[in-house]
C-alpha cells in the first residue's frame, strides 16, 4: 500500500490538474511495482479521473473501481444507477463512462445536493464526524434518485460508507471501496476480475 498524502490529491482536483493526479498515481504504481505488486487498484474514486492517464504508463495493471462497481451492478440486475460521491467525481465522466458500456442508465444529484455532499464528505467525513442530520440528509438524497426512477446507488466515496449502507439507505448500495477489495481479492486468488 503507497499513497500521497491526500492534500496533495485535493490540492490537483482544486487546480482542475488531472495530470498532477496521474503523476501522484504513476509515483505509487512504480513504487508498488518496484516492491513486488503484480497489479494495483485505488480506492479513492476521485482520483480515477486521471485513470485514462494512468493506465497507458502505469507499470503494472490496474483495476478501475468504477468498472468493477458496473459489473457488480449488471450482475445484480440494476439498470439505474444513482451515483454519489464528491463534487469532483459526481461531475465527471468516471462513472457515466463504465455504465454506458454496460448499458446502465444513471442519475446525479441536484447541483444544490452535490454541493451539500461534497461538504459533508470532505468538511465531516473525511475529518471523522459523524453528524447525524447529514446522514439523513444524504438519505434523502438517494430517495430523490430514487423518485428518478434509480434502483440502486453507487456510495462513490471511500467515506459514505462509514455513515450509509443497505441498512439505512432507500436504494440498495454498491458500496465502491468493498466492491473493489472484493475484485482485487479475486484477481490476487483466482487471477480475475
Not at 503494472?60 to 469532483?88: S, Y
Not at 455532499?117 to 438524497?141: C, F, H, K, T, W
Request: proline share 6%.
Amino acid at each position: 500500500m503507497h499513497t500521497p498524502s491526500l492534500a496533495e490529491y485535493v490540492d490537483c482536483l482544486d487546480r482542475q490538474d488531472i495530470q498532477g493526479i496521474a503523476d501522484l498515481m504513476l509515483r505509487s504504481a512504480r513504487k508498488l511495482a518496484g516492491i513486488g505488486a503484480d497489479f494495483l487498484i485505488c480506492p479513492d474514486n476521485t482520483i480515477h479521473r486521471a485513470f485514462d492517464l494512468v493506465e497507458p504508463n502505469s507499470p503494472r495493471p490496474w483495476i478501475h473501481i468504477a468498472a468493477a462497481v458496473a459489473e457488480e451492478a449488471v450482475a445484480r440486475g440494476f439498470r439505474r444507477v444513482g451515483l454519489t460521491g464528491t463534487r469532483w467525481l459526481v461531475e465527471s465522466s468516471v462513472y457515466p463512462d463504465q455504465f454506458q458500456s454496460r448499458g446502465l442508465e444513471f442519475a446525479r444529484p441536484s447541483e444544490a445536493e452535490l454541493e451539500e455532499l461534497n461538504r459533508i464528505i470532505m468538511d465531516e467525513l473525511v475529518a471523522g464526524l459523524i453528524v447525524p442530520g447529514s446522514v439523513a440528509y444524504i438519505r434523502q438524497v438517494i430517495e430523490r434518485l430514487a423518485g428518478q426512477g434509480c434502483d440502486s446507488v453507487v456510495l462513490g466515496c471511500t467515506e459514505i460508507p462509514l455513515i450509509i449502507s443497505d441498512e439505512n439507505s432507500p436504494l440498495p448500495t454498491l458500496d465502491s471501496t468493498r466492491i473493489l477489495a472484493r475484485a482485487a481479492l479475486r484477481r490476487a486468488v483466482e487471477g480475475e476480475t
